[in-house]
T-cell receptor
Framework: DAKTTQPTSMDCAEGRAANLPCNHS???????VYWYRQIHSQGPQYIIH???NNETNEMASLIITEDRKSSTLILPHATLRDTAVYYC????????????FGAGTTVTVRA | EAGVVQSPRYKIIEKKQPVAFWCNPI?????LYWYLQNLGQGPELLIR????????DSQLPKDRFSAERLKGVDSTLKIQPAELGDSAVYLC???????????????FGPGTRLTVL
């Protein structure tokens, strides 16, 4: 499985966009990029996933570089409730999209 | 729609005692997962069930851990005997059959926080 590298922590201001980077330089062509987040004392929550194209849903946008070696999760208007640990994961169909969580990025949204 | 239900939420036991955790997945979800999460780390998969069958238990320490999902619905994870190092949060998740979009949206329960004294 491709490994991912994320910053340990980052801060952002409430109401501003939060851009969370993830490096996955060894990603293979059939591996998807997933993002989950975990709010304190809760289980992880799915945010978004993508293969090649940029994706957007009601929670966030996912920007994947053309070479697929890195991606950025964008929270367009961060709120205090977005304070959480964000996990970037790569996975593929032949391993049944197994999720291997790393340590993630601790995002703190400040008022 | 009810989410994944886990009980108990908290458990404190002495070492060498047995302990069991229960999970009821989202209705209709055929895949069930048990994860272990140590403080400051991401969840680690212990076992995955497809209906009643354990299809991936390679990370389950089988000398003291066991799991079952007898009717393909709810599941129990047991530790016997517990050790100090087993103190962690035990998470259960469920998902439905994969589509062709690469989506593996796992729905997680709140977890059971185990403290072994």
């Amino acid at each position: 499985d491709a490994k991912t590298t994320q910053p340990t922590s980052m801060d952002c201001a409430e109401g501003r966009a939060a851009n969370l980077p993830c490096n996955h330089s060894t990603i293979s062509g059939n591996e998807y990029v997933y993002w989950y987040r975990q709010i304190h004392s809760q289980g992880p929550q799915y945010i978004i996933h993508g293969l090649k194209n940029n994706e957007t849903n009601e929670m966030a946008s996912l920007i994947i570089t053309e070479d697929r070696k890195s991606s950025t999760l964008i929270l367009p208007h961060a709120t205090l409730r977005d304070t959480a640990v964000y996990y970037c994961i790569v996975s593929f169909r032949s391993n049944d999209y197994k999720l291997s969580f790393g340590a993630g990025t601790t995002v703190t949204v400040r008022a | 729609e009810a989410g994944v239900v886990q009980s108990p939420r908290y458990k404190i036991i002495e070492k060498k005692q047995p302990v069991a955790f229960w999970c009821n997945p989202i209705s209709g979800h055929n895949t069930l997962y048990w994860y272990l999460q140590n403080l400051g780390q991401g969840p680690e998969l212990l076992i995955r069930y497809e209906n009643e069958e354990a299809v991936d238990d390679s990370q389950l320490p089988k000398d003291r851990f066991s799991a079952e999902r007898l009717k393909g619905v709810d599941s129990t994870l047991k530790i016997q005997p517990a050790e100090l190092g087993d103190s962690a949060v035990y998470l259960c998740a469920s998902s439905s059959t994969k589509s062709g979009t690469g989506l593996n949206e796992q729905f997680f329960g709140p977890g059971t926080r185990l403290t072994v004294l």
